[in-house]
């Protein structure tokens, strides 16, 4: 349940977008439709970067407003959007790099590209240029919505997604754009590969809540402390988004910590890390899909402590098409993530037979193929170096494919490394 006031909630979504460079600071607008009709929108030519909760319009169904700015010179599509669709209560519209590069291209993402895009933002529409804050455009908008889309790429301008709430819509553009991203690096390397119909309608299993709550003790409080910290740096450092990547930590032989199913990851708290113990989760509380392949890592894997899967864009590229992630880089790379692994789809969410056998200390990075990377550490601290190592490092790969044929480091040197670091 979202307590937050509208005013409150647009300015921490706007905030958050602005954040991780989603917008620059004269695009984009936020509004959210109340039960009575009356809309709180963004307002116009305001700077996004100092926005303040008394600069939100309120525009009532009644067509007055209230507020010390104009709303929103995108408003009148706001409200075509909420004529045609009676189920939307909130749309966040931006100019995002990515998909404004799809827009440009009259092109739109295919969302096949990963489980969560799919589940998440659907297929997605496109819809005609017009000028922007026309009653054409804002016509031509509400006509691709209305057709069912949540997700619409604007032809020439950027990328409107709606929900039932504004953490939704935020999710579904969040989200998109990730997808737009990943494709982009994705096609830079090797042929881009999308699920088929039967990856897709895989059920993603969620453990059943269920079991008490035993006292806690100081070392638990502790691993709960460091899961919470690196899963919003994480967020915060784009190696996760806020729907997805997992994070856990071992507390026993059969018993760990891991985040929970559905909470944004940029929001999490000490009390929504979930403890699972001989396989169950503590009552109430849902833990992530990847559970089970992290239990069985602990368990086959006595001398990991900590596990994460997450989606950090450029590596994630590397898991929607066959081309290799060779680590031989440069010593840092080698050293913290030794031969990068590969496995098929499906295997996260399997029951981690496979991981199990394959994922060691030296060993400690998978490419889950078209489902991100998963990583493991002897603390959560290592686990969370090597998955930073690991996108960096893909990063280059990438940003060098323009410069020349990259040269990997001879065998000699990495003889040399070896002997120097791991005997
Ligand atoms: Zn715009």
């Known amino acids: 349940m979202n307590c937050q006031h509208p005013r409150d909630e647009i300015l921490a979504t706007m905030e958050r977008i602005y954040r991780s460079r989603m917008t620059t600071t004269s695009g984009g607008n936020l509004s959210i439709r109340e039960k009575n009709g009356d809309v709180w929108i963004t307002p116009a030519r305001v700077d996004k970067g100092s926005l303040r909760r008394d600069d939100i319009i309120l525009v009532r169904a009644d067509g007055s407003t209230d507020g010390k700015h104009r709303p929103s010179s995108e408003l009148p599509f706001h409200q075509a959007i909420y004529a045609a669709r009676p189920d939307v209560r909130a749309i966040v519209h931006a100019h995002p790099v990515a998909l404004v590069a799809f827009s440009i291209c009259r092109r739109v993402p295919d ?103 035993p006292v806690i003790s100081s070392e638990e409080k502790e691993l709960r402390r460091q899961i919470c910290e690196f899963v919003r740096r994480s967020e915060r450092q784009r190696l996760m988004i806020s729907t997805e990547g997992a994070l856990s930590a071992r507390l026993g032989e059969d018993s760990f910590l891991i985040t929970p199913h559905g909470v944004d990851r940029s929001r999490i708290e000490l009390e929504d890390i979930v403890l699972v113990e001989n396989g169950r989760p503590e009552s109430g509380k849902t833990p992530s899909s990847s559970t089970t392949g992290h239990r069985a890592i602990y368990q086959r894997q006595r001398d990991v402590q900590s596990i994460i899967n997450a989606y950090p864009v450029n590596a994630t590229a590397f898991s929607v098409t066959a081309a290799t992630l060779d680590s031989r880089t440069i010593p840092e790379s080698f050293i913290l993530l030794r031969d990068v692994q590969r496995s098929p789809f499906g295997a996260r969410v399997g029951d981690g037979r496979d991981l199990a056998e394959r994922m060691t200390l030296s060993q400690p990075i998978m490419l889950l193929d078209n489902d991100g990377v998963m990583v493991v550490g002897s603390s959560v601290l290592d686990a969370f170096d090597r998955l930073e190592v690991l996108e960096a490092t893909a990063e280059a790969m990438i940003d060098s494919r323009p410069l020349g044929p990259l040269v990997p480091m001879s065998d000699a040197v990495i003889e040399e490394l070896c002997q120097a670091f791991f005997k």
């Open 111 to 213: 969302t096949r590209l990963l489980h969560q895009s799919w589940r998440i933002c659907g297929e997605v529409g496109f819809a005609p240029y017009a000028l922007p804050g026309s009653p054409a455009l804002g016509q031509n908008i509400a006509l691709t919505f209305a057709r069912g889309f949540d997700c619409v790429v604007l032809e020439n301008h950027g990328v409107v997604t709606a929900g039932d709430s504004l953490q939704q819509a935020f999710e579904r553009f969040e989200t998109l754009e990730f997808a737009a991203k990943t494709m982009i690096k994705a096609s830079q390397l090797s042929e881009v590969r999308s699920l088929d119909e039967a990856a897709l309608a895989l059920r993603v299993g969620v453990a059943d809540p269920g079991s008490n709550r």
